[in-house]
């Protein structure tokens, strides 16, 4: 079976989200729900400005949005995510939103807090790693970071959502980035309308 993707019917499915302080916590808020939705069983490690950033982007605190899942701030690093052993029963880790602070400390091997340290747990043990990247334009800096993460086998997921898919509200923008995130993960989900070539019942233009 291919590494990364859950096991069997009767296996408990399991994952760990990390949400950073970039722009955009809703993503990594909608990746965890999405995961329990399906039956996982989720592990949500936050850093202290996405607790900040959770205020001001969605005037609610990012603990009350997150009630009903396990929750640990990024100074834990004794929680469980830390370990390798731990990480072995998952499908993996995602970071979203990823800042490029965070980039940074996972490309240089740096694992100065339980998100770093997680992601870099991830990838030698080859587990999947997802970052979703919200930071635009991006520089040579975070081009060169980027490139390391995915040569040392992280995957790269700018939060750049898609429009074929004829978005009718902000929920579909953030489920079509959620739904790339997810198939990233190797969990099947249907967030949001793939390709089925060119269709003709279009709109959106129309609404701008």
């Given at each position: 079976m291919e590494e990364g993707v859950a096991q069997g019917a009767g296996a408990v499915k399991k994952?760990?989200?990390a949400i950073t302080g970039a722009s955009g916590v809703i993503y990594g808020v909608r990746t965890a729900q999405a995961l329990k939705e399906r039956g996982f069983d989720?592990?949500?490690v936050v850093s202290f400005e996405a607790e900040k950033v959770s205020?001001?982007?969605c005037g609610e605190s990012l603990f009350e949005m997150l009630k009903g899942f396990r929750v640990?701030?990024?100074?834990e690093i004794e929680a469980p995510p830390s370990s390798s052993s731990y990480l072995a029963k998952t499908v993996g880790v995602v970071v979203s939103p990823c800042s490029t602070k965070t980039l940074a400390l996972i490309a240089h091997g740096i694992a100065q807090d339980l998100i770093s340290r997680a992601a870099l747990?991830?990838?030698?043990?080859k587990k999947r790693l997802v970052l979703v990247l919200r930071e635009t334009p991006l520089g040579e800096i975070e081009l060169e970071n980027a490139l390391k993460v995915?040569?040392?086998?992280g995957?790269?997921?700018p939060a750049s959502p898609g429009f074929y898919n004829n978005p009718k509200?902000?929920?579909?923008?953030?489920n079509f980035v959620v739904g790339k995130t997810l198939d990233a993960l190797g969990v099947e989900n249907d967030l949001y309308r793939r390709w089925e070539g060119v269709r003709t019942d279009r709109g959106l233009c129309e609404r701008l």
């Open positions: 994952a760990v989200v989720v592990d949500v205020i001001y982007e640990y701030r990024e100074n747990a991830a990838l030698r043990i995915a040569r040392a086998g995957i790269i997921l509200d902000l929920r579909d923008v953030v």
